[in-house]
């Protein structure tokens, strides 16, 4: 017997991924605030209100929505104790060594250029805001993969809101 094959539109997904988020206590205001601390050196007219628009928009970026559905899955299966083992204790303790939730961040900051992977990285190692917030190993629950995707978010954001200052300086010269 075949398998019918339905195709999940994307406001669904999108729907989903930011539940996600709310439920695991992640506002697009506390992503706005380290947008915010990346950027505002650069733009003087810059606000939060920005920052918090450009994460909205990086939010409808399908790539973004899958990281967010998977990794919180994975977060939310290893909080169960669901997870077999040694995968298990690799994703409830965060393992040093084990890379996947950075890989998993990191393809979805690929879109949005080198600004996006340099600013992730910055973030990935200093881990501000809520970020470190959801550290897994200070915070109650796994966060094992969605404090790298916050980052990966507040990256993109970045990124995004970088571009379009220097689009708009660009269309000042003409």
Known sequence: ??????????????????????????????????VYEMQGGYNEYLTVEDCAISVERVLQKREIQHAILVGVELDKLAEKRELSQP??????????????????????????????VTTYGHLDKEKIGIIKQLDTKHAEGVHTF?????????????????????????????
Do not use: C, P
Not at 15 to 34: D, W
Not at 88 to 112: P, R
Not at 163 to 172: I, N, P, Q, S, V
């Open 1 to 34: 017997m075949e398998k019918q094959r339905k195709q999940v539109h994307s406001k669904e997904v999108e729907v989903a991924a930011r539940s996600l988020l709310e439920e695991r206590g992640v506002s697009i205001q506390a992503i706005a605030e380290i």
């Open 87 to 116: 995968l298990q204790d690799i994703v409830e303790f965060d393992e040093g060594l084990f890379g996947i939730d950075e890989t998993l961040a990191l393809g979805a900051v690929f879109g949005y250029g080198s600004i996006a």
């Open 146 to 174: 969605l404090d790298d995707i916050i980052a990966s978010i507040a990256a993109n954001a970045s990124s995004r809101l970088a571009h379009r200052l220097r689009d708009k300086e660009e269309a000042e010269m003409v």
